[in-house]
């Protein structure tokens, strides 16, 4: 029937010209991980400066991958040359993906949304946000196609971690989520999870309350953070400890997402400490800054 050739077509829409909002940890993580999976992808960000250091985290990474034996030095090109970088958010207009990953502001993604809705063409274009925690539903509402917009979630270090959460909002298309989770699957080969659109969502509704505890251990003087890291390396088989892992995750984003985690559900373990909020007025925002509760 129509329908069902129509629905073929649908689901073998092929993701190839794709763009990223923002060059910060999480965007230049992103980007790399679509230029190496062959995707043509632009990179938006908001002055020439941030472009370059945008430019220069990625060209890090790619080295590093290329040192660890991970990728030739020819895939390494191959992955720079997909890559383009501007500063006007109106060459996104022929883009089927876009993932904004600004900073956590409400008010900033939401402004993003409202220009993609502007300048992105394609009807069947589908529009990401990688927040840790925010609203989904917020950033569709600032579109005029609310069931084209999703959560598209990677953790840190995201050429390394394997898994991305797929948020569905209230009004999410369950075709959008399918597409991206294909996407995100047969593409960029990481492994994606189904979440809803609660503070949190999975992970880190899970992970934010537990580092949290571990700074107001911290806090209270009950431990150091390098016994308190050791603890969970060594007796709990962790890659790294909670505080070193608040300073990867970034301490502004930890502050973040307590905030929101916290406000949304009262959940008292994810109350952010008062240590976090100085740390952040302070600008020791962890391993992205040189200093968090370690120095790098
Ligand atoms: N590109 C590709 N591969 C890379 C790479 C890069 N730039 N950098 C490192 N790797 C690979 C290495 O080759 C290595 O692979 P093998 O194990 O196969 O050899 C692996 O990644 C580990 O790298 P290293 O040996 O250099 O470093 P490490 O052993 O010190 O590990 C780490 C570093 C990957 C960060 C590890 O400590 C880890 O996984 N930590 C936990 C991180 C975590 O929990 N992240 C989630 C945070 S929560 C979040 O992000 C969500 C949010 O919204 C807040």
Redesign the pocket.
Same mark, same amino acid.
């Given at each position: 029937t129509a329908e069902s050739e129509n629905n073929e077509e649908k689901n073998d829409m092929v993701i190839a010209r794709t763009a990223v909002i923002g060059s910060g940890l999480m965007g230049a993580g992103i980007a790399e991980v679509l230029a190496k999976s062959g995707c043509d992808v632009i990179v938006s960000e908001v002055s020439d400066d941030a472009v370059a250091a945008g430019r220069a985290r990625i060209e890090k #990474?790619l080295a590093? +991958?290329v040192e660890?034996g991970?990728l030739s030095a020819a895939e390494s090109e191959a992955a720079l040359s997909r890559l383009r970088f501007t500063t006007d958010i109106a060459d996104l207009a022929d883009r089927q993906l876009v993932i904004e990953a600004a900073s956590e502001n409400e008010d900033i993604k939401k402004a993003i949304f409202a220009q993609l809705d502007e300048v992105v063409t394609d009807p069947t274009a589908i529009l990401a946000s990688n927040t #840790?925690s925010m609203p989904i539903i917020r950033f569709a509402q600032a579109t005029s196609r609310p069931e084209r917009v999703l959560g598209i979630?990677f953790?840190?270090?995201a =050429? @390394?971690?394997p898994l991305v959460e797929i948020v569905s909002s209230v009004l999410t298309d369950p075709e959008v989520a399918e597409t991206a989770t294909t996407f995100v699957t047969e593409v960029l080969g990481k492994a994606p999870v189904q979440a809803s659109d609660r503070p949190g969502f999975i @992970?880190?509704a899970l %992970?934010i309350p537990y580092l949290c505890s571990a700074i107001r251990m911290l806090e209270a003087g009950l431990a150091t953070k390098e016994d308190i890291d050791t603890g969970m390396v060594k007796g709990c088989a962790h =890659?790294?400890g909670p505080i070193a %892992?608040a300073d %990867? @995750?970034g301490i502004d984003?930890c502050l973040f +997402?307590a905030e929101s985690i916290y406000t949304e559900t009262g959940d008292p373990a994810a109350k952010p400490p008062v240590l976090l909020s100085r740390m952040v007025d302070a600008g020791l925002l962890g391993v992205k800054s040189g200093r968090g509760f370690y120095e790098y």
């Open positions: #990474s590093k +991958a660890k991970k #840790s979630h953790f840190n270090p =050429p @390394v971690q @992970v880190n %992970l =890659p790294m %892992l %990867l @995750v984003t +997402a």
